[in-house]
Structure formats: structure tokens, C-alpha cells
């Protein structure tokens, strides 16, 4: 099975996800990196001239080209649950671990990226800062249903995040 890391934009999945892909020896797959590859343009720009639309589109091919991958840690997009199709595919071969993260958590971690040069698009609004609380209050029930286990991020490192998942999935003796 795969583990299979969601949550909104900044909590953490890219960063987790490689910290337990190297622990485990897994293979690491990134939804946001596949897209880039597979459009052979960064996501900001992607987004500003085909829309978002157009990049669920995208996404949901890649997911279908991954789900079935034995034996991976899978990073995605913050929207992945936005598709019923992504979660139901993702689900059929991989344990779902929900980062959850406020939205003050988010706001500083999105600030801190925008100033290393790693801007998000907006989803809707003109600011993606000012669009936080009510982009994650309308993801939030979906995260919860697609998720079998969830971390709280906010005020955990990356490592602290990576060790509760890996307590997790030895407590639940899932074959991981």
C-alpha cells in the first residue's frame, strides 16, 4: 500500500513525504512536480493561462496513472480531494494521512515560500492569503472523509510530523 499525504497548500505534505519515503526506502511521488512535468510548465503559470479548470484536469490524470503504484509515498496537491474520483483511486491502494493545518499556520508558512520565490496562485480570491479560511473551511469536510488518519501540523517540524505518521502506521499494524 501507499501512503498517500493531503491537506491544504503548506502543511507539509512534499517536505513529510520525502522525510518517510527516505525512512522507509519508498519511492516519493509528487501530484504538483507530475503535473509540472507532464505540462512542462511551473504551476503559477500553468494556472494563469489555462485556469484551474483546465489543471484539475491535468491532476486527475496523473492520479490515475499513480493510484495503482505499489509501495510509494504520495504528496498532493491541496485540491486533490476537490475530485471524488482522486480520493476514491487514491483510496483503492493507499492509507490517507490528512495534514491538517490552521489557517494562521498557513498563512505563515505561505508568506515564508512567497518570499523564497515559491508563490501559490490563488484559488479564488485575488490574494491567496486573504483566501485561506475560506477555501479550508469548504476542504475541510472533504479532507475529513477522505482521510484515514490525520496529524495536527501546526507547531510540529516536518520530523515531529513524519514520526506521528510512522507511530500510526505501526500502531494500527497496517502492512505499510
Not at 9 to 16: D, M, N
Request: contains cysteine.
Amino acid at each position: 500500500m501507499n501512503i498517500v499525504l493531503i491537506g491544504y497548500r503548506c502543511s507539509g505534505k512534499t517536505h513529510v513525504g520525502r522525510l518517510l519515503a527516505n525512512h522507509l526506502k519508498r519511492d516519493f511521488l509528487d501530484t504538483d512536480r507530475l503535473v509540472e512535468e507532464r505540462t512542462g510548465i511551473p504551476i503559477p503559470s500553468y494556472v494563469s493561462l489555462y485556469g484551474w479548470r483546465d489543471f484539475r484536469r491535468v491532476e486527475r490524470r496523473i492520479v490515475r496513472k499513480i493510484a495503482p503504484i505499489e509501495n510509494s509515498v504520495i504528496a498532493t496537491g491541496g485540491g486533490i480531494v476537490t475530485d471524488p474520483g482522486n480520493v476514491t483511486d487514491l483510496r483503492r491502494n493507499g492509507w490517507v494521512v490528512w495534514l491538517a493545518a490552521g489557517g494562521p499556520a498557513i498563512r505563515a508558512r505561505m508568506a515564508l515560500a512567497s518570499e523564497r520565490g515559491d508563490a501559490r496562485p490563488p484559488l479564488a480570491a485575488a490574494d491567496p492569503l486573504e483566501e485561506v479560511d475560506t477555501v479550508l473551511e469548504e476542504r475541510i469536510p472533504l479532507y475529513e472523509r477522505a482521510s484515514d488518519f490525520r496529524v495536527q501540523t501546526d507547531g510540529l517540524s516536518p520530523e515531529a510530523v513524519a514520526c506521528a505518521i510512522l507511530k500510526a502506521r505501526w500502531r494500527t499494524r497496517l502492512n505499510l
